[in-house]
């Protein structure tokens, strides 16, 4: 863990390794927030060292709702990573996108209810008295949400640049009334583990970016419902894809600039630094270690 690794994949439904990684080895990390869903797989692409973490577990034994996000991102800033990217399966809400086509969005809303949206300002963790207000105008990275485009549209995907996503909470599939309304909103796909990982990622002044392969488009077919058996049909395509563009989105990432949302903290805590006790910058210096000297 003494060398930082730079690039981290978060992977969602269908994606429990990395077959890409060489030389790899497991690290099983504890956090202030808890254990992260599993080990985190370190390895090397193209000379480039990656960091994997399978979001549910590598047996899909976690649903949304029961996800320790705060613990699965802290573990990622534990190991250095600047670029964060998240692969996740969702639905269409819109009739012009279809199943196994794969969006990086670049708008998202949050209908999630039940999750812990922050690091700070939580007396169960001992960030009570640290307030932190990030800029969400922009909820994925714009630089690293074209690499990710990019990627895929380099190894043949169909891929689709922007859109807007919305999560909810899960783990069961939204009813057509509430997919109808998320619809009229000007909703693109639905999914359910975005929030709070882009909130926490800006937190925790990663650039994130989602590679959103869509599974199915229930809301235009009357005779249809969104099961378990439509989503996995149509997952090995996309799967198969999103592997070849991860690959392609290290390379790219080789010279990547620092980006501004690396200094996110600079402006976002509101808290007086000498109200934060050297006892908090120990125990989270990976999130606010540096702002001691700020």
Same mark, same amino acid.
């Given at each position: 863990?003494?060398?930082?690794?730079?690039?981290?994949?978060?992977?969602?439904?269908?994606?429990?390794?990395?077959?890409?990684?060489?030389?790899?080895?497991?690290?099983?990390?504890?956090?202030?927030?808890?254990?992260?869903?599993?080990?985190?797989?370190?390895?090397?692409?193209?000379?480039?060292?990656?960091?994997? !973490?399978?979001?549910?577990?590598?047996?899909?034994?976690?649903?949304?709702?029961?996800?320790?996000?705060?613990?699965?991102?802290?573990?990622?800033?534990?190991?250095?990573?600047?670029?964060?990217?998240?692969?996740?399966?969702?639905?269409?809400?819109?009739?012009?996108?279809?199943?196994?086509?794969?969006?990086?969005?670049?708008?998202?809303?949050?209908?999630?209810?039940?999750?812990?949206?922050?690091?700070?300002?939580?007396?169960?963790?001992?960030?009570?008295?640290?307030?932190?207000?990030?800029? !969400?105008?922009?909820?994925?990275?714009?630089?690293?949400?074209?690499?990710?485009?990019?990627?895929?549209?380099?190894?043949?995907?169909?891929?689709?640049?922007?859109?807007?996503?919305?999560?909810?909470?899960?783990?069961?599939?939204?009813?057509?009334?509430?997919?109808?309304?998320?619809?009229?909103?000007?909703?693109?796909?639905?999914?359910?583990?975005?929030?709070?990982?882009?909130?926490?990622?800006?937190?925790?002044?990663?650039?994130?970016?989602?590679?959103?392969?869509?599974?199915?488009?229930?809301?235009?077919?009357?005779?249809?419902?969104?099961?378990?058996?439509?989503?996995?049909?149509?997952?090995?395509?996309?799967?198969?894809?999103?592997? !070849?563009?991860?690959?392609?989105?290290?390379?790219?990432?080789?010279?990547?600039?620092?980006?501004?949302?690396?200094?996110?903290?600079?402006?976002?805590?509101?808290?007086?630094?000498?109200?934060?006790?050297?006892?908090?910058?120990?125990?989270?210096?990976?999130?606010?270690?540096?702002?001691?000297?700020?």
């Amino acid at each position: 863990m003494n060398e930082p690794i730079r690039i981290g994949v978060l992977g969602g439904s269908g994606v429990y390794d990395m077959e890409a990684l060489t030389d790899v080895r497991e690290l099983t990390l504890e956090t202030p927030f808890g254990a992260p869903s599993g080990p985190y797989l370190v390895g090397n692409i193209q000379g480039q060292r990656v960091v994997f !973490l399978a979001r549910h577990g590598r047996g899909h034994t976690i649903s949304p709702s029961r996800l320790n996000f705060r613990a699965n991102i802290y573990g990622f800033k534990q190991l250095g990573v600047e670029y964060l990217i998240s692969v996740n399966a969702c639905g269409s809400l819109q009739r012009r996108y279809k199943a196994e086509q794969i969006m990086v969005p670049d708008q998202l809303y949050d209908h999630t209810r039940l999750r812990n949206l922050s690091f700070f300002n939580d007396p169960d963790v001992g960030t009570e008295n640290i307030v932190c207000h990030i800029s !969400l105008a922009d909820p994925f990275c714009p630089s690293l949400s074209k690499v990710c485009y990019q990627a895929l549209v380099d190894t043949g995907a169909d891929a689709i640049a922007g859109g807007n996503m919305i999560t909810i909470e899960g783990p069961r599939f939204s009813t057509k009334f509430e997919s109808r309304t998320f619809a009229s909103w000007g909703t693109d796909v639905i999914g359910m583990t975005t929030s709070p990982e882009a909130q926490l990622a800006r937190e925790a002044e990663m650039s994130f970016a989602v590679m959103a392969h869509i599974t199915d488009q229930d809301i235009f077919d009357e005779e249809a419902t969104v099961t378990v058996e439509v989503v996995l049909g149509h997952m090995e395509a996309n799967i198969r894809a999103v592997r !070849l563009a991860l690959v392609r989105a290290v390379e790219l990432l080789e010279d990547a600039p620092h980006s501004p949302f690396h200094r996110e903290l600079d402006s976002a805590i509101q808290s007086g630094r000498n109200y934060i006790t050297d006892e908090q910058y120990r125990r989270f210096s990976h999130l606010i270690g540096r702002l001691k000297a700020v």
